[in-house]
């Protein structure tokens, strides 16, 4: 019986899978080795595309002629800096005592190709080869992960979707990129005094820049429109409430032209008017002002704990809190997984398996040992809610495809004192979220009174917090100093257009205004006109950017929507934060590191512009994430990789052609010059 042989995506990794493995092994030069098994790694990616010299040494000079380039069979070739490390990986994998291969690299797409990649330039032969797909470090789900690994060949399709990811970015990149250089690159180059100007375009990062330019231009062209509200003053001296007044039917002005919605007007003049009208008594003059309670509506809100993270959620998180790049983000839950102490990062999902949902308790009994934590699970032990957890709408095994949400292991306490604070925070973050999940909902008692002066309305809304629930773990939004609140202090927070929201109200005056009863007659100490502007929409920050991305383009504010839209993004959860570093690094796009706010370069409107008047297609985020669909549809066996490659050749061919047959340079200079008045020379 021959040994087997165990690959990892990198060192540290391998150097898990052989503790867990409990075998004797002898350090060797790039692996580890026991009587029984051998232990080796990649160091992320050794093998990549070759460039088009590597075809015809003519194509190392960039030309109009030699493009659309499309080969029919792709070369490959080992990155130099890691060829050693290669030829130690494929020596061990063609081995003669080697019949096993357990394929051990990161448990999705991305490591799927690393992996067959290698296989592929080793030519290896003749071996059984096994699937390793595990969501923690642990030993116990790494042993689980190589007990139940299946045939490699079930994995084929996503291996082919892995491939026709690379070979769509290396498409479009090359073409792309050449097209728009030799095209446009003069005259970007002339425009800012540079030597040269390389016109970078990839299918993911060009959509995204698009994203911001556009809504850095709809924030310049946004025309800010005043609006005039009249507030009423309603109560006794020292126990009064504001009342807003709104055009609503029985209202003189109701669907008037006048009308700014209903709860405004568009001159200041008309709000006068309104309170002319309602402060002049047509009995006695001396009266004092007063309206009367026309309903009140006593109700009670349920607020469910939100469901858990995904790598987007937790990066738009940490952006809020902590005002660090989706990319750091990544890298420190990169840490905390190799350090065992949370689930695989890149994941889309925010829900468990059922399978996990039902060992659960396993993950709750760990955190005993987080100090932080002891509380909160002293109360799920009472509440027994970890008990049934599979049939609450945090566990749906539809919504997974490759890993479940992000969550605490429960293990590696002792590597945790030795992480840096800030990783130390957001794993306090990721345990917080589990937690809260375990817990019952928030409840809120809300009263909302309408009164009535004459026939005009005035509608007040006052909400309590009654019971605390889940926000016991995760703090209550908005709350001073509350260690757990989120300090999310978005740039752009101008006066909304909208109606005031619930009032959030201290116990003892929410109490004053429950004993108010329908019919009763309140003074009106006085009526306020309240000017407010429309707002413009406000700019991306790097995690509002990035759940952007996964939306398809939407910014969707509200955390329950963002869950039903959800399958349709720009990128991947493991890719997305390196896009946008991309960006940041070509200097199309700017990053306030301190807030976190992203806008865009000059060059990277100018870079816009070209691609607008060129391949406009590519600034869609619809089409963007119907060619990731279109990946999804290749890895579940719906398409196959031919008919993917038959439009993605056609996509290029076609728009390489149309690209060369335009003579629009000159045109472009006036889109430089619309833009550049907003940047300093």
């Not at 990649?117 to 699937?131: D, F, H, I, S």
């Not at 990721?430 to 809120?444: C, D, E, G, N, T």
Request: hydrophobic letters at 35%; proline letters at 4%; glycine letters at 6%.
């Amino acid at each position: 019986m021959g040994k087997s042989l165990y690959i990892a995506e990198k060192p540290s990794v391998a150097q898990e899978f052989a503790k867990a493995l409990h075998i004797n092994t002898q350090r060797k030069d790039g692996y580890l080795e026991s009587a029984e098994a051998i232990v080796t790694w990649c160091v992320g990616h050794l093998v990549t595309m070759s460039y088009p010299e590597e075809y015809d040494p003519a194509l190392k000079r960039w030309s109009l002629e030699t493009l659309p380039f499309i080969p029919q069979e792709f070369k490959y070739e080992v990155i130099p800096a890691v060829s050693k490390q290669f030829r130690i990986v494929s020596g061990l994998l063609n081995r003669t005592d080697v019949d096993t291969i357990y394929v051990c690299t990161d448990s999705g797409r991305e490591g799927e190709y690393i992996y067959r990649l290698v296989e592929q330039q080793a030519g290896v032969k003749g071996k059984n080869r096994r699937r390793v797909w595990i969501d923690s470090q642990t030993e116990e789900e790494i042993l689980r992960g190589i007990k139940e690994a299946k045939d490699l060949k079930e994995y084929d399709n996503l291996a082919a979707s892995a491939y026709l990811r690379a070979k769509e970015d290396y498409l479009m990149g090359i073409n792309f990129s050449r097209l728009l250089t030799l095209k446009y690159g003069n005259s970007i180059s002339n425009y800012l005094n540079t030597k040269y100007s390389v016109v970078s375009v990839g299918r993911v990062m060009t959509c995204v820049l698009g994203m911001v330019v556009r809504r850095e231009r709809e924030i310049r062209e946004f025309v800010e429109t005043p609006f005039y509200r009249v507030l009423s003053t309603i109560g006794e001296k020292g126990a009064t409430f504001e009342g807003e007044w709104r055009a609503v039917k029985g209202s003189k002005w109701f669907e008037s032209f006048d009308l700014y919605k209903e709860n405004g007007f568009k001159e200041k003049e008309k709000a006068e008017e309104l309170i002319r009208f309602l402060s002049n008594s047509e009995s006695d003059a001396s009266q004092p002002l007063t309206c009367q309670i026309v309903s009140i509506e006593k109700k009670k809100e349920k607020k469910n704990p939100p469901l858990l993270f995904n790598l987007a959620e937790i990066q738009n998180e940490c952006s809020k809190r902590f005002k660090i790049s989706p990319d750091e983000t990544l890298r420190i839950i990169q840490e905390l997984y190799e350090k065992k102490l949370v689930t695989y990062p890149r994941t889309d999902a925010r829900v468990l398996s059922t399978a996990v949902a039902k060992e659960i308790h396993k993950n709750l009994n760990g955190l005993m040992q987080y100090e932080p934590a002891k509380p909160y699970l002293q109360d799920i032990v009472k509440f027994g809610s970890h008990k049934g957890l599979e049939k609450t709408r945090y566990v749906n095994d539809k919504q997974i495809t490759d890993h479940y949400a992000i969550i605490p292991t429960g293990q590696g306490m002792g590597a945790l004192k030795g992480l840096p604070n800030l990783s130390q925070r957001v794993y306090d973050v990721i345990v917080r979220r589990f937690l809260s999940i375990f817990y019952p909902p928030a409840v809120y008692q809300k009263v909302s009174i309408v009164t009535k002066i004459k026939e005009e309305s005035f509608f007040s809304s006052f909400k309590v917090l009654a019971e605390e629930g889940y926000l016991k773990v995760t703090g209550v939004p908005g709350r001073k100093n509350d260690k757990n609140d989120n300090n999310d202090n978005n740039d752009n927070t101008d006066s909304s257009a909208d109606s005031t929201e619930d009032k959030d109200t201290d116990a003892a005056f929410f109490a004053r205004i429950q004993r108010l009863k329908k019919g009763m007659t309140l003074p009106v100490q006085s009526l306020d006109i309240k000017e407010g502007k429309t707002s413009p929409p406000k700019r991306y920050n790097s995690g509002s950017l990035i759940l952007a991305m996964e939306n398809a383009g939407q910014l969707i504010e509200d955390e329950e929507l963002r869950a039903q839209i959800k399958g349709s993004g720009i990128g991947t959860s493991a890719t997305r934060g390196e896009i946008l570093k991309k960006l940041f690094n070509n200097k199309y796009l700017a990053l306030n590191k301190k807030t976190q706010i992203v806008t865009p370069t000059m060059l990277g409107e100018m870079i816009y512009d070209v691609v607008d008047h060129s391949i406009r297609p590519l600034l869609n985020p619809e089409l963007t994430a119907s060619w990731e669909k279109g990946l999804t549809y290749v890895a579940d066996g719906d398409i196959t990789s031919d008919e993917y490659m038959k439009k993605l050749d056609d996509f290029v061919s076609r728009r390489t052609l149309a690209v060369k047959g335009l003579n629009n340079q000159y045109q472009m200079r006036a889109c430089y010059d619309k833009a550049a008045q907003f940047y300093k020379k």
